[in-house]
Structure formats: structure tokens, C-alpha cells
């Protein structure tokens, strides 16, 4: 019972800007929109974003496809001991990254994916002398976050197992390095999962970590969400 038109229909369920609901409506409607002159730099950053936001998607796809093969056993492993179903695999679209150092970076390769946007990312980064690229994540359980509109704004991954001493690489968690589409300060993890949840109860739960919000979900508390980092900011 709210007031507005089509546009508002999809920002609304979506968490889309009126940009971005037009052009979702004009593809799904085949209209299209015409191009108008624009600042040059504007219209690189609304480019690249594109772009960033389409190789998260594959590289989502990756990991998904990892967790479920025989490489992604010692991820799964960690999800049962967490008690993590299913239902919250999917819905959070979890993965994993082997301990391959390249699988991803081969995988991007053959999808004709943009390296460059992806060393961006942070999901892969240069080899100095070798030449080539190397994977970022490694031997980790990978969280999407998820936008409300369903892209793919970046990673928070998780170390199985123990991690080295005094090793930034053997960090518990790696989290995506901030870009155009990712901004720790102003996401919520679980907040596309929470949303509509969020409006039906009327309120947010908000604990600290992502297992503590996917276990939320499971039991039932699908209004919980948890900042990207030690800080809760206005933004948040």
C-alpha cells in the first residue's frame, strides 16, 4: 500500500538507484535507452563498475562450483562443523577457494574476463617475477556480499584450519580491498538476505560476524546482519 510507479516497485525490492531501476526495466522490457553526453569521467566509473561488478559474479560462480566438487571438501567439512545447511549455503551463496594458486585466475582467463578489474578486485594479483597472475584467496570459505539488488559488491573470506603466525596471508579473514562497488564502511553483511525480514519485524538484529548472521538465519532470526569490519558506522 505505498505510493509510486514501476520505478519505485524496483528500487524498493531491489535497493536499486532510480538509475539503475530504469535500466534493468528498459532490458527486461527491451527498451532502449538512449546514450546522452556526459562528463567522460563519469561515464569510465559507471564503466568499470559494470565491469567490476560482472566478474564478482563469475567469481562467485567459482567458488560455488569449487565448494561443491571434490576440491571443496575441507569446505564443506568447516560448514558442517559450523551446522551451516543447505538452505543458508545457497541462499548466501557460499563457496570456496582451493588451495590452488591459479584456479581462479585460469577460470577468469577462459571467461575473457578483464584481469586487470579483477587485480582491482582483489581476487587475483600479480606475479612480479614469474609473470601471470595468482589467486588472492586460498584454502578459505568465501562469502558474497550480497547487495540488495543481487550483484556481487565483494568477498569476505574465511581461513580452514590454523593460521600461521605472523602471516597476512594466514590471516583469519581476507575481505575485499575498497573499490568503486565496495565500500566496507556503508554494507552490511546479510543485508539482502535480512531485508525484507528487517521490514516485516520491524527491526535488526546485529551481531559480529558472517557466521554468526548465516547461524542466525538457520534458526530462524532471518532479520540479523552484521558490519564489515570492528566499527559500526552512521552509514551502516
Known sequence: HKRGDVFTVVMELSGKSFIEAAETLAAQCGVTIPETAANPEVARARGERTQMLAVNKLATQFFVETLASARGAAGRDYLDSRAIGPEQRAAFQLGFAAADWHGLAEFLKHQRADLEIAVKLGLIARQPKAGGFYDRFRERVVCPIILPGTEIAGFSARLVGEAPKDSPAGAKYINSPESSVYKKSRLLFGLAQAREA???????????????????????????VAPLGTALTLDQ
Open 198 to 224: 528487517m521490514r516485516v519485524k520491524g527491526r535488526a538484529i546485529l551481531v559480529e560476524g558472517n557466521f554468526d548472521v548465516i547461524s542466525m538465519h538457520q534458526a530462524g532470526f532471518t532479520e540479523t
